[in-house]
């Protein structure tokens, strides 16, 4: 089978890149989380096939009809909330949480990355019988698109983590600030809105020193995101990409690596398995 012994060499040779590079950006976007059972927003079975993101994902629906909106994200947060992080979201954590000069960049908005990290520390801590079970501030992800489990207040700005059910009922029971009683909404990037400059700069910075940008699961279409891999080409770095199918980002990429995240992630971050395994 010619196609096996292709994606076989590119592993080898990606793996060989990863091993040698001294700084490593992974970007990641939806399809990372695909395996989970998280759907992706483009595609056969994406979310925009039955949802027109300009109905439900820019702020000006959100002020035509917040209880729709609210209505779909209540509904993701359940269906987001009963997933679990895949085997590439644990070969990411490791590979954040063992090396340094590693860096994570999501455009993802499900968390699970961060419950992997909260795993791959846990099971550290259970093997060395350490009582330290806390995330290193550097393996974080720099989360380019917010996240599903916070709030935003329409009035006063205010940010809080937020896991309870929405009750999209009616305009009266959507959820409202404590603070100042105006709407609350996702704290979501929307189309049409910047990034926050702080983590947009902290993800450009990562782009343009990475000797490697591994770009996994990403459609490449939405920026200012897909224009990160770009930063690390012009500045004389590579760029490698996991992904089912092709993107614009292909173009770009040393090398492409068809398949799924859950299979490729663990074969291209962790150690050989010793031969006598
Ligand atoms: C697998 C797999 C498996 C599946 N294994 N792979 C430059 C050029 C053109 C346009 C623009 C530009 N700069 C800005 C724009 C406008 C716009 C934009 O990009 N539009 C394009 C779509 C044309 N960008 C914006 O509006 C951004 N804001 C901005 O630039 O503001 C400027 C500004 C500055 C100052 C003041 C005011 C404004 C904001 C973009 C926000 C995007 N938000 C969303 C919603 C987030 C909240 C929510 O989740 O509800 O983010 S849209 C949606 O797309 C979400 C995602 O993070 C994002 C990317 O999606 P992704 O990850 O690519 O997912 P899919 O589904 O598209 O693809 C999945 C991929 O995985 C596929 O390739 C599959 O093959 C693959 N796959 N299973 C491996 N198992
Ligand atoms: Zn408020």
Redesign the pocket.
């Given at each position: 089978m010619p196609g096996v012994v292709d994606n076989l060499k590119e592993i080898a040779e990606a793996r060989r890149l990863l091993g040698s590079a001294r700084r490593i950006l992974i970007l990641?976007?939806?399809?990372?989380s695909?395996?989970s059972g998280v759907p992706?927003?483009?595609?056969p079975d994406?979310?925009w096939k039955t949802h027109r993101?300009e109905a439900?994902?820019t702020p000006e629906a959100f002020q035509a009809d917040p209880r729709l909106v609210w209505e779909w994200?209540g509904w993701?947060r359940e269906r987001v909330g009963a997933c679990r992080p895949n085997a590439?979201h644990a070969a990411i954590a490791r590979l954040t949480l063992g090396n340094e000069n590693a860096r994570l960049v999501t455009?993802?908005?499900d968390g699970l990355h961060e419950l992997a990290l909260e795993e791959a520390v846990s099971e550290g801590c259970s093997s060395t019988g350490s009582a330290e079970r806390a995330v290193p501030t550097r393996a974080a992800p720099i989360r380019?698109?917010?996240s599903?489990f916070r709030t935003r207040c329409t009035g006063c700005d205010d940010r809080t983590m937020d896991r309870r059910p929405v009750d999209a009922a009616s305009e009266a029971t959507l959820p409202r600030c404590k603070r100042c009683g105006a709407l609350l909404r996702?704290d979501?990037?929307?189309?049409?809105?910047?990034?926050d400059p702080e983590v947009l700069q902290r993800a450009m910075r990562s782009a343009e020193t990475a000797e490697i940008c591994l770009v996994?699961?990403?459609?490449?279409?939405?920026?200012?995101?897909?224009?990160l891999p770009l930063l690390t080409r012009e500045s004389g770095g590579v760029v490698l990409e996991?992904?089912?199918?092709s993107?614009p980002l292909t173009t770009i990429a040393m090398s492409s690596i068809r398949?799924?995240?859950?299979q490729?992630l663990p074969k291209l971050l962790e150690a050989e398995p010793e031969l006598n395994d």
């Open positions: 990641t976007g939806a399809g990372v695909a395996e992706t927003f483009r595609g994406g979310l993101p439900l994902a994200y993701r590439a455009q993802n908005v380019l698109h917010g599903l996702p979501v990037v929307w189309f049409g809105e910047g990034l996994v699961g990403t459609s490449g279409l939405v920026h200012p995101a897909a224009s996991v992904n089912l199918e993107t398949g799924r995240a859950g490729i």
